[in-house]
């Protein structure tokens, strides 16, 4: 497995050894042995599994009580996904990382609790698979406006995206409820 640390401390980028022939492929997509080595030490008590159309904006979402770790991936399609990191202690707070995940390059990433997270749909349709370190917990979900002008995150937009009534009524980022932690 490759691994590539972000600009973000404990965001990585995790490649997976993929084992493919005239058959198709394998790969390992979660073993906890082998993500504690590259510092992934989280407990996951939930998987989720959504689907998205083209243009589709998820995010930019976090739980100010009960954070979530996340590590994701996408199963069919491809998306640009995002971490802002919401830790004020931290050296990279308020700065975001994207990456492209997409079924061909079967890339994941690892957001540790502390980060805000979204991603939008660049296929006609991707399924994102979600492992998370702690349970949903929709009392203490908080959003975060998607184009805020102090994160400045660069979305490959498409057009307008294709936003949820709770996605539009984001907060901005000076606004935010953020982890003092």
């Known amino acids: 497995m490759k691994v590539q640390s972000t600009q ?3 965001v ?3 490649e997976p050894d993929v084992f493919g ?3 198709g492929f394998f790969l390992e997509s979660f073993n906890e042995r082998e993500m504690r080595k590259i510092g992934i030490d989280g407990h996951f008590v939930q998987d989720n599994h959504s689907r998205s159309l083209r243009n589709v904006l998820r995010g930019l979402h976090y739980q100010i009580r009960q954070p979530q770790g996340k590590l994701v991936r996408v199963v069919s399609g491809t998306v640009f996904d995002v971490a802002v990191d919401l830790r004020r202690n931290s050296a990279s707070f308020g700065k975001w990382v994207g990456v492209e995940l997409s079924a061909e390059n079967k890339r994941m990433f690892w957001m540790p609790p502390g980060m805000a997270h979204g991603f939008i749909v660049l296929s006609d349709s991707a399924d994102f698979l979600y492992k998370a370190t702690n349970y949903y917990a929709p009392e203490f979900e908080r959003t975060i406006l ?7 995150i660069q979305w490959p937009l498409m057009g307008e995206p294709i936003l949820s009534s709770k996605d539009v009524a984001g907060k901005s980022f000076r606004e935010a409820e953020v982890f003092e932690k």
């Not at 998607?146 to 400045?152: C, I």
């Open 8 to 10: 973000i401390a404990g």
């Open 12 to 14: 990585l980028i995790v």
């Open 21 to 23: 022939d005239e058959r």
């Open 146 to 152: 998607w184009n805020d002008r102090d994160l400045g």
